[in-house]
């Protein structure tokens, strides 16, 4: 049974960082290129971060760019730097069943094993 969990949100003051962290089960995240996204209320659920599945590619969203990194370390993480109160979204990991590389922003519908998603709250 395939499972994703989405894990280290929480509230955080603006400037402040989050290191969040994507695990499976029943498949290996190794084998798939991995996003992250976040979908804020009212809002579409958007990518911010991708990487590839073994050949170390990344993308990030202009509103990532320079304060959020991806990496592989049995998980897959995305650190968060200097954050924002636009920031604050439900925040997500998938797995891309199409791409092993991430090189530009792919479509959500590309994305597939869909965790619950883990809460960041950008707030003073």
């Known amino acids: 049974q395939v499972r994703v969990v989405e894990s280290g949100g929480g509230l955080v003051q603006p400037g402040g960082s989050l290191r969040l962290s994507c695990a499976a089960s029943?498949?290996?995240?190794?084998?798939?290129?991995i996003g992250w996204f976040r979908q804020a209320p009212g809002k579409e659920r958007e990518i911010i971060s991708c990487?590839?599945?073994?050949?170390g590619s990344t993308y990030y969203a202009d509103s990532g760019q320079g304060r959020f990194t991806i990496s592989r370390e049995g998980a897959v993480i995305l650190r968060m730097n200097n954050l924002k109160p636009e920031d604050t979204a439900v925040y997500y990991c998938?797995?891309?069943?199409?791409?092993?590389?991430?090189?530009?922003?792919?479509?959500?519908?590309?994305?597939?094993?869909w965790g619950q998603g883990t809460q960041v709250t950008v707030s003073s």
């Open positions: 990487i590839g599945a073994r050949d």
């Open positions: 029943g498949f290996s995240l190794d084998d798939y290129a």
């Open positions: 998938a797995a891309n069943l199409m791409r092993t590389r991430c090189s530009t922003s792919y479509p959500v519908h590309e994305f597939a094993y």
